[in-house]
């Protein structure tokens, strides 16, 4: 079973932008790496588990 969209390339570092979004959903930033961005979601794969997740690009919690 293949996703669409979803490209089985090498894993990259996050850019800042795409750190600011990890954190917003309330993960650890060095624990993930991004698979695939597009216009409204990445795909992360977790460093040691190799469990993959799926988050969207515009939730973002207001910084206290």
Do not use: C
Not at 14 to 27: G, V
């Amino acid at each position: 079973f293949v996703e669409r969209g979803v490209s089985m390339k090498r894993p990259s570092k996050p850019t800042r932008n795409q750190k600011e979004i990890i954190a917003s959903h309330d993960l650890i930033v060095n624990e993930w790496m991004v698979i695939n961005a597009t216009e409204f979601y990445l795909y992360l794969i977790h460093k040691t588990t190799g469990r993959k997740m799926t988050i969207d690009n515009f939730k973002r919690r207001k910084r206290a």
